[in-house]
């Protein structure tokens, strides 16, 4: 599975971005496709997740409420609509994709994209 990420930028805190991960190679059975982000000298922490079916999303706590993840399965493509940004947004975003726990866990993913910067001015 090869993965594209795309569409950060620069914006001002309160506004909004979207990002792109588009993916190739095949997907299975319980496939998930998530967002990450990191920021220099942290690790990379979990942003959202969902599933194959985009019936299931899963969304770190700081992000709730203000980022939307989903997928569109004709493009194969997951969005990550990114809305009221803070500051704290800023790093740079990963798409990666495996099964669908592994991804919400966060651990043992096999498919990552390059990185996305995202900066958000205050």
């Known amino acids: 599975v090869q993965l594209q990420a795309c569409g950060g930028g620069l914006v001002q805190a309160g506004g909004s971005l979207r990002l792109s991960c588009a993916t190739s190679?095949?997907?299975?059975?319980?496939?998930?496709t998530g967002w990450f982000r990191q920021t220099p000298g942290k690790e990379r922490e979990f942003v959202a997740a969902?599933?194959?079916?985009?019936?299931?999303?899963y969304y770190a706590d700081s992000v709730k409420g203000r980022f939307t993840i989903s997928g569109d399965n004709t493009k194969n493509t997951v969005y990550l609509q990114m809305n009221s940004l803070k500051p704290e947004d800023t790093a740079v975003y990963y798409c990666?994709?495996?099964?669908?726990?592994?991804?919400?866990?966060?651990?043992?993913?096999?498919?990552w994209g390059q990185g996305t910067q995202v900066t958000v001015s205050s």
């Open positions: 990666a994709a495996d099964s669908f726990p592994k991804v919400v866990a966060g651990v043992g993913i096999e498919h």
């Open positions: 190679g095949g997907t299975f059975i319980g496939f998930g």
């Open positions: 969902v599933s194959r079916s985009g019936s299931v999303t």
